[in-house]
């Protein structure tokens, strides 16, 4: 097996895991690899709404690293995409994607200390990283301009620092204790003060995210928001659409 099919290997090793634990699946992406990426072990991107998109490992980095960065980057980054899913709107580096990180085994660590590929530009830190850019960019931080990192969105600073910031401890949500045959409870929401009717049926549908639109229009119903059936209906549809599920 070449080194990246190893990669691929571990990326759906921890998919599997993370299903096991959660007793659910979750959408897998593609898995590709890029010459451009000299500095940064690798990137996942989902949508806004936790749809899985894509899997970015840097080739330069697994040639120089391959024991370590098989052990450490595919996981890294599918532990993304899976906390994503858990968490709709992107949960980053929290206490969900800490959680995963463990779920599939592996220390939950934001950056990595590999050796990177031969040096292309100037030497520009952030929070959690020394980034390379080009002299154009230096020029422009000199002047004033202000960029931020993608991941930690730190200010952009000139020159390598010797000590970079170490993210905060999170604890760890113990996982519920696992029991046969289980029924999952739906999710419905009590009235909140100051909430209105959409808020409401948005929250509720946002908390149920596997079921369908008429398994929510009941889930609704039952939570005497003062609706009639037939408005219960258009707007939960409407809202469903809206975020991006299918009706």
């Known amino acids: 097996m070449n080194l990246q099919a190893q990669c691929k290997a571990r990326v759906e090793e921890a998919f599997k895991q993370a299903e096991a634990h959660y007793g659910r699946t979750f959408q ?8 451009k990426m000299t500095t940064c072990g690798g990137t996942a991107l989902s949508s806004r709404f936790g749809e899985a998109k894509k899997i970015t490992l840097s080739a330069p980095l697994l040639r120089l690293n391959t024991d370590v960065f098989i052990a450490r980057t595919p996981g890294h980054e599918a532990a993304h995409i ?5 968490v709709r709107g992107g949960a980053g580096h929290g206490a969900v994607w800490v959680q995963v990180m463990r779920v599939i085994g592996q220390k939950p660590e934001r950056c990595h200390n590999m050796e990177v590929a031969r040096k292309t530009g100037i030497d520009a830190s952030c929070g959690c990283a020394v980034h390379q850019i080009t002299a154009q960019r230096a020029a422009k931080i000199k002047r004033g301009a202000i960029y931020k990192c993608r991941q930690c969105k730190v200010e952009l600073t000139l020159g390598a ?5 170490k993210p905060k401890a999170v604890p760890v949500v113990p996982a519920p204790a696992p029991v046969a045959k289980t029924v999952p409870t739906p999710v419905v929401n009590a009235p909140v003060e100051g909430m209105s009717k959409v808020e409401r049926v948005r929250e509720i549908i946002r908390n149920n995210p596997t079921k369908t639109l008429d398994q929510i229009v009941k889930m609704v119903a039952e939570s005497d928001i003062g609706m009639s059936p037939s408005n219960i209906r258009n707007n939960t549809r409407n809202q469903m659409l809206k975020m991006g599920r299918q009706v």
């Open 28 to 35: 897998r992406c593609p898995v590709v690899f890029s010459e």
């Open 82 to 86: 899976i906390a994503n899913q858990l």
């Open 161 to 165: 620092k010797k000590e970079l910031i």
